[in-house]
């Protein structure tokens, strides 16, 4: 049985999958057609099983939504009180932060060669790849540091509260960290460090203004991969579900496991919080020796998290549930109740939206009103996190060797026009362009944002786009 094809045209750029076979809820896919269309078949039954969980009340799939594993990555499902554990996924609460130079323009870096010198210097206080390698200049955490940085996240390291989407989720005071030793070793020897796959540190200028801006995507490293890992397992044991089948498991939030796993993965997304913060001071450190400026945290949030908010219901009540976005950005709009006594109350908080490493990225801001729960309240208070692959690792590799030397000739003569300045190449760490990260492997990012602002979900604040991109060389 198809269940794309059972998806009915809503507008133009909403589609609605109907309850079928076990769904307890309609999915909502706000998708153009020309992006319903690039949709896999797989996205849509991952779909529907997202909607057959116990406990699910929403599903909502996002304009960069692709497959994944258990659930679409791209979506939001909405629980009373059953956590998915596929919802959070192995990378806890990876995300975005990014840090504004508001002194530094397009013309200040158009130089080749200062942007080399820029990457060597955040090579020597940023580790990237897989393991615990440590760059020259990382610093240093002891066991107490971890500890707070597991328990308190961006508050034990004296973050303001209105630059984080969330700076520390509590966790239970009596919950011994070390229990999953396999986690718990990774922890202080990989704080400051980006990881690897599609996660990296990118140098951007604002397409109108040229003003400077760095970007950074990582999440929680070994601790948050070992941590899910660890209750997958457990999980699927206590579900009666085969080894290989553990991404299906899920955990209700009453049960011992499941109180268990949510003190975990909370201590794992305070410790991707922290890791980016840590990350935003070393940039800074490196752009001030190499520009002689100052830099300063915008904000940082998580695309891949499970959290407790507050749901606005039709009627405009509200009540608690668990909101999974999975590979899907938070966009409370402005009034929302959980902005109140924060900075961006009467704005709605900043979504930041990565796209590829040559075509760049986007600032956002949630529309709605709850007097109408129009904008953003209609998928889930959420926007994309991305602009979604076309190709997966293995098939980019195969399918793009044949144009390594194109993609490669491509990123070192892209030329762009940023606040006035010609901008020629983007300047890389790596000798050749990962194919598998490359801009062949990704859709359109105009074509993705262009969903939410028809659909009057979000607005485009800011385009910006790459001057320099650091990344593993694994």
């Not at 076990?22 to 690039?38: G, P, R």
């Not at 059953?82 to 840090?99: F, L, P, V």
């Not at 762009?416 to 020629?424: A, E, F, N, S, Y």
């Not at 602002?453 to 060389?473: C, H, M, Q, W």
Request: hydrophobic share 35%; proline share 4%; net charge neutral.
């Amino acid at each position: 049985m198809s269940f794309k094809y059972q998806a009915v045209k809503h507008t133009d750029n909403h589609y609605v999958l109907p309850k079928v076979a076990n769904m307890k809820c309609d999915v909502h896919a706000f998708l153009s057609e020309k992006l319903y269309n690039l949709s896999e078949e797989n996205v849509w039954l991952q779909a529907s099983n997202a909607a057959s969980y116990p406990g699910v009340t929403d599903v909502f799939l996002l304009p960069d939504t692709h497959g994944g594993f258990g659930v679409p990555i791209g979506s939001v499902v909405i629980t009373e009180d059953t956590i998915i554990q596929a919802a959070n996924g192995y990378d806890i609460s990876c995300g975005i932060s990014y840090i504004r130079f508001p002194k530094l323009f397009a013309s200040d870096i158009a130089s080749w060669d200062k942007r080399v010198k820029l990457i060597k210097e955040i090579e020597r206080r940023l580790t990237f790849g897989i393991g615990s390698a440590r760059s020259e200049m990382a610093r240093s955490f002891s066991t107490k540091d971890v500890e707070g940085i597991l328990r308190y996240g961006a508050q034990y390291l004296g973050i303001d509260a209105n630059l984080c989407e969330r700076q520390y989720i509590p966790i239970p005071e009596d919950l011994d960290l070390n229990k999953i030793e396999k986690a718990y070793v990774k922890a202080g020897v990989q704080l400051g460090s980006i990881g690897s796959g599609n996660h990296y540190c990118e140098v951007q200028c604002d397409e109108e203004t040229g003003e400077v801006w760095v970007m950074i995507h990582c999440g929680s490293r070994g601790y948050g991969y070992q941590t899910a890992n660890d209750f997958f397992y457990r999980a699927a044991e206590l579900r009666g579900l085969p080894k290989n089948e553990r991404e299906n498991s899920w955990l209700r939030m009453d049960e011992p496991l499941g109180k268990e796993y949510w003190g975990y993965v909370n201590s794992a997304a305070n410790y991707a919080i922290a890791n980016r913060h840590i990350i935003i001071e070393a940039v800074k450190d490196a752009m001030k020796t190499v520009f002689k400026t100052e830099g300063h945290g915008f904000y940082e949030i998580s695309h891949n998290l499970a959290q407790e908010e507050t749901i606005v219901l039709p009627n405009g009540e509200t009540r608690k549930g668990l909101v999974h976005r999975k590979g899907a950005t938070r966009a409370f709009p402005a009034g929302h109740p959980d902005l109140i006594g924060t900075k961006w109350a009467e704005t709605g908080h900043p979504c930041l939206i990565p796209g590829s490493m040559r075509d760049g990225a986007a600032i956002l801001f949630p529309r709605g009103d709850m007097n109408d729960l129009s904008g953003a309240y209609k998928s889930g208070c959420s926007v994309n996190h991305g602009s979604g692959r076309l190709l997966g690792r293995k098939d980019a590799k195969r399918k793009l060797a044949d144009k390594q030397q194109w993609i490669d000739n491509d990123m070192a003569t892209v030329t762009r026009k940023l606040g006035g300045t010609m901008v020629r190449g983007i300047v890389t760490n790596t000798k050749k362009t990962p194919l598998d990260e490359c801009s062949k492997v990704y859709k359109n990012l105009d074509d993705v944002l262009s969903v939410l602002e028809a659909e009057g979900i979000a607005t485009v604040d800011k385009r910006l786009f790459p001057v320099a991109n650091l990344k593993s060389y694994d």
